[in-house]
């Protein structure tokens, strides 16, 4: 069952839980601020559901609270970052500002993050180039789920890759997708929730398609977009990730902590920013001015329903499942923080 939420009071709840487990006023605020973008924008999988999952960690060790990310090598267009097993999101919004002062001056740039954590959805950080007239590019690795075509051993991990690019419209085309037919995260929403899934989705440990999130999560793999080409862009991902920053990669060969790489290219080093928006707004005009299939009101390019569900999700709240909230609350209980979220 789903029930509405108070964008600003579930923000407040997350920090003010995350402050208990002894992160930093500061990153504790930006951490609910990320997480609760991702539930605007309807990104439940990479939204709130982590929160109560992050706080364990930071209170067992897991998550250092104490982490700063370090810039460990920086030449010209390209930075390594170190997370220092600090909270993921931290380290790669760091990253990404990086780049962007590195795009102003050089053009485009490069940062690799490594011994970081998870880090949510990849589409804001994106945004954050987008935002600062860049076209920004971001990927990172994520858990072992996907096998090489053909083979039934998890092999391949779930490396999400999202780029954006500014429009003159009041949102940018931003692409955030996993290699997989869905984010690893929405399997598990479903078994939380006792729902089947749609059997394009995963595979059972004989390579069968299933409908049990148990069956694919126990034993079983995911299912890559497009068939070999999905492993073809988890494996990409993964080179540039985990392999060129010397971060962990494949199943857990390397150092410990997960990998991301973000770009930015500066605009302004090709075009005047407002022709490049301009240019932007006709190729969107004449995306959506195709003649649509029966039963389809509208096209809608990649950062656009984000947008939307945004704006709605504001005024209205944002719908939670059950699952979510009632972690949230009991993560409340043991924070000893007041549970006043739903609206």
């Known amino acids: 069952m789903y029930h509405r939420v108070d964008a600003a009071k579930l923000e407040r709840l ?16 930006f951490m609910g601020q990320c997480l609760v973008d991702a539930d605007l ?3 439940h999988s990479h939204g709130s559901r982590w929160a109560p999952n992050y706080a364990r960690s930071m209170r067992s060790g897991g998550i250092n609270v104490k982490a700063e990310p370090k810039i460990v090598q920086d030449r010209h267009a390209t930075a390594i970052v170190d997370g220092d097993r600090g909270v993921g999101h931290i380290a790669v919004a760091f990253a990404m500002e990086l780049a962007i002062e590195k795009a102003k001056e050089f053009g485009s740039a490069t940062v690799s993050i490594r011994h970081n954590g998870h880090c949510g959805a990849m589409r804001y950080y994106t945004q954050q180039a987008a935002d600062a007239g860049c076209v920004g590019f971001a990927a990172t690795t994520g858990g072992t789920m996907i096998a090489p075509w053909g083979g039934l051993e998890r092999r391949v991990g779930l490396n999400p890759i999202a780029w954006a690019a500014p429009t003159s419209r009041a ?8 290699p997989s037919v869905v984010a690893g995260s929405k399997v598990q929403m479903a078994q939380a929730r006792g729902e089947k899934m749609p059997l394009d989705w995963a595979f059972d440990a004989a390579g069968n398609p ?3 999130p148990e069956a694919a999560f126990k034993e079983g793999t995911l299912a890559p977009i497009g068939g070999p080409k999905g492993v073809g862009l988890g494996i990409a991902a993964e080179i540039l990730c985990a392999v060129l920053s010397g971060g962990r990669y494949g199943e857990d060969q390397g150092e410990r902590g997960g990998g991301q790489v973000v770009q930015a290219v500066d605009i302004e080093h090709f075009q005047p920013l407002d022709e490049f928006k301009r240019r932007m707004d006709r190729m969107v005009d004449h995306m959506k001015s195709s003649k649509r299939r029966d039963g389809v009101e509208e096209i809608f390019i990649p950062g656009e329903l984000e947008f939307r569900r945004k704006e709605r999700y504001l005024k209205e709240g944002i719908p939670l499942d059950q699952p979510t909230r009632d972690s949230l609350r009991k993560d409340a209980a043991t924070a000893g923080v007041p549970y006043d979220v739903e609206m």
């Open 210 to 212: 299933t409908d049990d």
């Open 14 to 29: 997350i920090q003010a839980v995350y402050e208990n487990c002894g992160l930093p006023a500061e990153k504790a605020a």
């Open 171 to 178: 949102y940018a085309y931003n692409l955030d997708m996993a």
């Open 41 to 43: 924008c309807g990104v």
